[in-house]
């Protein structure tokens, strides 16, 4: 088989109307939005230094926080926000994707707006302004007729770098719940799917570029006073809005929406609950790729209707335990604690995945280490790996007080390189997931727990406040309680790593459903 | 004396910090004069100038044009009433020779078709040649053709006074010649008021009608050529030398027409 007929391409494709559209929307929006603020600015600061200083090191700043972190900041600030104005308005908006997707890109497309546009206006020869004072111009006349246009070209350079970063960047917006091209680059990711990877990063750059492109022919026409030049530029960027719109027109939005966090087996699974729900003759799509403290105020706000989540993460992060109490004692006072925000706990899926301290089997047997307990003993020569999260949750902390940890060096990794960095040797230990399939793929083994340090992290499945008395809703997922096992999952997980054409979510939720017993 | 005065300065001082650029100057300028302000980098005879249109205001005295005192008129309406011509032309990059020639009486809200016939009687005023010249940028044309479009400009909105900028000063010596003698029969045959500055005495006198002197801010000296070389002022007399010296030195090196 070669490389493009792999079916994975296909299935890109059928994707691409959704999140080129959205991701057009989005970052054409914020670039409008950036230079709806940004121009004026440039504009009045022109002649005045010292606020068109503080305006600039701001930009500046703005632009050194990683797009990653400006557009998660964005979130928390945007549920302030609307229990603010839900507050004292009594209305409220949804602080999940578009909107502030939106507005962090627009806060990232400034600096360059701004400095080009200030720059191209400070630039332009003191004579010529003078002499457009002296043939009898307004200030405004000067702007307009003489200014402006001698500074278009640097400015229309600062519009278009602007363009390209917001493009790019919005691929980081998919976590915060905005559909893009990053749905490709995430899912892709996680889930050792190279071609979507590739696919997200072409289709991107490809937009990039032809914004560039259609920017520049508004530039040079604007320039060169050609005005049929500049209105094809203008033209095919109307176009390419147009076109965005179009799928959404006969998209209904009373369908159930799935959420999935960055993983792998959300990816899976959210998959699965979709094909539940359609088989059950509901409208359902699934949102995934959302950041795992988005995804639960997603769910609290109605903007997703249902996903998977673990006892123990929502145990720490939503009720800020720190105690650990049995399984089921842990699992009723989640569900009365979630029910006071109107959340459903429908059920346990039946596997867990809670993390696990994982190393290779042969090297735990010849140091006979079968426990946590064992491993004591030797971390001080060891060195540990962790997701991006792992150190700062509180379980790490129980496990160093309970077993006495004290490792030679920790590292933060993408949880997909943990295994192969352990089995390898490049780390002792990682802190991996009991329902990864790579535990029995690189023959590593997950260390007992003795002292119970680990909260039970068991899957369960969440609705949100509007599907509360949803019997269908319920009534489709039911088959899915408690049905799926741990070997199961590890297998389906397993499946979802691999790069070939069956390892997609959707085809691996196709095998779990079947494996369960489905057709 | 002519009856009317163009431009009158009274006690007129401005200074910029600590720098007293026009320093109690009065001065008049009669209707119909050619007055050319001569004086070195520094001795204030832009901001004189400028002062006229209020692209710069004074901090004491009265400046009065066509009897009006300047304070009392809209700045902007001044200035499209008053023609100017910047050195080295000023001219805007982005439009085309017509395009400069035109904007003061479009500024005006004069009518498309009524600036398009201005225009083309104003490059055949200015000599320059329609076909070739009008719908240039003015990065295509020579610095004397350049000048001639910011003197074109300059008249567009048919001004009866003129402010010049070293218009001259940075063109090659045939140019500036063949430009000054064409400016010189333009204000003649136009009835203008014309108010020149210059760094060079020898243009001044072969242009104006009358000159004034300009050091430090003050105003030396003015008057006609023949007043100015009866001067006691040892900076005038300098002035004066520099014309002199060329002439003997011509007189000397070139064979004298019909002489021989």
Known sequence: MSFFDDPRWGEALSHLPDYLGNHVRVSLAALALGLVVSLPLAILTRNRPAPRAILLA?????????????????????????????????????????????????????LPVLRNGITGLNGIDPALIEAAKGVGMTARQSLVMVELPLALPVMM??????????????????????????????AGLQTQNWVFVLFGCFASALLALAVDQLLGLIESGLRRGNRPRAGLGALGIAALVAATLVPTMGRSSSGYVV???????????????????????????????LGSSVIFEALKAGDIDLYVDYSGTLWANQLHRTDIKPRAELLAELKAALARDNITLLGELGFENAYALVMPKKRADALGIHTIADLAAHTATMSIAGDYEFFSRPEWAALQKAYGLQFRAQRQMQPDFMYAAVASG?????????????????????????????????????????????????????????????????????????????????????????????? | MPSKLAISYRNVTRSFGTLTAVDDVSLDIAEGGFLAIVGGSGSGKTTLLRLANRLIEADRGTITVEGADVQSIDPVALRRRIGYVFQSGGLFPHLSVADNIGITPKLLGTPATEIAARVDELIELVQLDRTAHRDRLPEALSGGQRQRVGVARALAAKPRI???????????????????????????????????????????????????????????AQGTPAELSASSDAYVQDLLRTPRRQVERLNALLPQSGAA
């Open chain 1, 58 to 110: 701001l930009a500046s700043i703005v632009q050194t926080v990683p797009g990653l972190a400006l557009l998660a900041l964005f979130y928390p600030l945007l549920l302030l926000a609307t229990s603010v104005t839900l507050a004292w308005f009594g209305v409220s908006f949804s602080a999940f994707g578009f909107l502030p997707a939106m507005l962090a890109l627009a806060l990232y497309s400034m």
């Open chain 1, 157 to 186: 350079a600062g519009i278009r770098t602007a363009a390209v970063w917001v493009i790019g960047t919005a691929t980081l917006s998919t976590p915060i719940g905005q559909t893009s091209l990053g749905n490709y680059i995430f």
């Open chain 1, 259 to 289: 959420g999935a966090k960055t993983f792998a087996e959300q990816y899976v699974l959210s998959a699965l609950l979709r094909d539940r729900l359609q088989a059950a003759g509901l409208e359902a799509a699934a949102r995934s790729g």
């Open chain 1, 426 to 519: 490049e780390v002792d230990v990682i802190a991996g997931y009991t329902s990864d399939g790579l535990i029995a793929k690189y023959d590593l083994v997950a260390l007992d727990d003795p002292r119970q340090a680990i909260p039970p992290y068991d899957a369960i499945l969440l609705l949100a406040p509007k599907r509360t008395g949803d019997e269908r809703l319920k009534a489709a997922l039911s088959s899915l309680l408690g049905k799926i096992d741990i070997a199961t999952m590890r297998e389906a997980n397993l499946r979802a790593s691999g790069n070939d054409a069956n390892s997609s979510p959707d085809a691996v939720a196709k095998w779990l459903w079947g494996k369960l017993g489905g057709r």
């Open chain 2, 162 to 220: 003129v402010l010049m900028d070293e218009p001259f000063g940075a063109l090659d010596p045939l140019t500036r010649d063949a430009l000054g003698e064409d400016f010189r029969e333009l204000h003649r045959k136009l009835g203008l008021t014309t108010v020149m500055i210059t760094h060079d005495m020898t243009e001044a006198i072969l242009l104006a009608d009358r000159i004034a002197v300009m050091r430090g801010g003050k105003l030396l």
